[in-house]
């Protein structure tokens, strides 16, 4: 069971980016994926989440109306579309898999740096 | 939103005990998963449903959980368990996981 996130780089303020997160050795459309961030000197922030069959989805207040998540079950991968991207948006990305509540594995994460 | 709350940092020797602690309103009432992240890493799970551990961890990584309090208490610590280490619960919604704010385990 493994999660390989791609996608990130450096981009303007209010510009997109597409992350992508590749799993392997499970079905995302099974169960729960989310989006946690860590931005510089700071803790984990879950920013968005998809429930397995029901698909539903949430979003942190911080990225709510910006940030899209979705998957392709053809291609067993996790998106997250950010769009008007922000300083504070600057973070590692990482996604992981629910895990009978809790969540593992994890991807080692990409680099999203805002700036102009 | 549900509020965890960690210390930001504990320091022990090697060899002695170091204890995380994670508090939140009524805590116990729910169930504590624990994160080992190393910087350059991807975290990993050492601590789930309070107390279990998945294959691979070490016994000397053990957690409880009880009223306000969840604590996660390593042992025998060794220099390669300097790392941050966080707590994470389900909000009362049930919608989304909380994270503690971390807590940065130094070994001496």
């Known amino acids: 069971v493994q999660l390989l996130e791609s996608g990130g780089g450096l981009v303007e303020p209010g510009r997109s980016l597409r992350l992508s997160c590749a799993a392997s050795?499970?079905?995302?459309?099974?169960?729960?994926m989310i989006w946690v961030r860590q931005a510089p000197g700071k803790g984990l922030e879950c920013v968005s989440g998809?429930?397995?069959?029901?698909?539903?989805?949430y979003y942190a207040d911080s990225v709510k109306g910006r940030f899209s998540i979705s998957r392709d079950n053809s291609k067993n991968t996790l998106y997250l579309q950010m769009n008007g991207l922000r300083a504070e948006d600057s973070a590692v990305y990482h996604c992981?898999?629910?895990?009978?509540?809790?969540?593992?594995?994890w991807g080692q994460g990409t680099l999203v740096t805002v700036s102009s | 939103s549900y509020v965890l709350t960690q210390p930001p940092s504990v320091s022990v020797a090697p060899g002695q005990t170091a204890r995380v602690t994670c508090v939140g309103n009524n805590i116990g009432s729910k169930s504590v998963n624990w994160y080992q992240l190393r910087p350059g890493q991807a975290p990993v799970l050492i601590v789930y449903v309070d107390s279990d551990r998945p294959s691979g961890i070490p016994e000397r990584f053990a957690g409880s959980n009880s009223g306000n309090t969840a604590t996660l208490t390593v042992t025998r610590v060794e220099a390669g368990d300097e790392a941050d280490y966080y707590c994470q619960v389900w909000d009362s919604s049930g919608d989304h996981p909380v994270f503690g704010g971390g807590t940065k385990l130094t070994v001496l």
């Open positions: 992981a898999k629910d895990w009978y509540g809790a969540f593992d594995p």
């Open positions: 998809i429930s397995g069959s029901a698909g539903r989805t």
């Open positions: 050795g499970f079905t995302i459309s099974s169960f729960a």
